[in-house]
């Protein structure tokens, strides 16, 4: 059964409208008909059994016909990921909307290999398609958001709640302890650098805002390795 994200506010009496991509891929790629079923999620992770009504060039109509309760049993992620080259970055979305990130953060570092003159509105837009795409073919509850790219020192600024990490080859803090020590076990902020890696002021000016260097043992891994790995053990060890 396909799944879509939808807002809250396009649900009126039982009935909602798809319209857009959505309804483009319903109808000409999974080809529904009056009939059948689809599954519906509103940013607040309720979820819906919805049955087409109409399928027609403006849009689908289809009613509502039983709710679906979900509680998030994943911690709250942030990642502050710092930009690589196109490829890399928009990989990096992909899987870790996958995973079960909350929320995706570019960030631009000292040593930023793309130029942050071409993130612009068009980029974000693409990063967001990315995300929903990937939110929808792994079925998660809730959709992953991607915001606006920030500098190292917006990141720092940010009041951000829970354990603060900022990964890096020569932290002094494995990653386990990190983990094991946190007295808030739902959110958790991660900070990972480019391709060069974080340089020293950004360590030193991270720890002082309260964050963690953390390193993941003996390995130094790439970063849009370190940008899944990471994830994936905080949510095996929280979950």
């Given amino acids: 059964m396909p799944q879509f994200f939808i807002n809250s506010n396009n649900i009126t ?3 909602v409208l798809i319209t857009g991509s959505d309804s483009y891929h319903l109808s000409r790629v999974r080809r529904v008909k009056p009939g059948s079923k689809i599954l519906l999620r509103t940013e607040n992770g309720t979820g819906y059994i919805a049955l087409i009504n109409v399928v027609t060039e403006e849009g689908i109509n289809a009613s509502i016909v ?3 309760k979900q509680d998030n049993q994943i911690p ?3 990642l502050y990921m710092a930009l690589l080259k196109s490829g890399n970055f928009e ?3 992909q899987k870790a909307v996958e995973l079960g990130v909350s929320r995706i953060v570019p ?3 000292e040593r930023t290999v793309p130029d942050p003159d071409k993130m612009n509105e068009k980029k974000l837009q693409r990063w967001e398609k990315i995300s929903a795409e990937a939110g929808k073919q792994c079925m998660r509850a809730y959709p992953a958001f991607v915001e606006t790219v920030a500098t190292f020192k917006e990141v720092l600024s940010e009041d951000c709640s829970g354990l603060k990490i900022i990964c890096h080859p020569g932290g002094d803090i494995p990653i386990r302890n990190a983990l094991e020590s946190a007295s808030d076990k739902k959110h958790i902020s ?3 650098g480019p391709e060069g890696g974080f340089n020293d002021r950004e360590i030193s000016d991270a720890q002082a805002a309260g964050w963690l260097s953390v390193n993941l043992g003996v390995t130094h891994l ?3 390795t370190a940008a ?3 994830p994936s053990i905080v949510i095996y060890a929280w979950s």
Avoid: Q
Wanted: hydrophobic share 60%; glycine share 4%; aromatic share 4%.
């Fill in 66 to 68: 039983s709710e679906l």
């Fill in 76 to 78: 709250e992620i942030t």
């Fill in 91 to 93: 990989f990096v979305i």
């Fill in 228 to 230: 899944i790995i990471i």
């Fill in 222 to 224: 790439r970063a849009e």
């Fill in 190 to 192: 991660l900070l990972v």
């Fill in 107 to 109: 960030v631009i570092t």
């Fill in 13 to 15: 009496a039982g009935n």
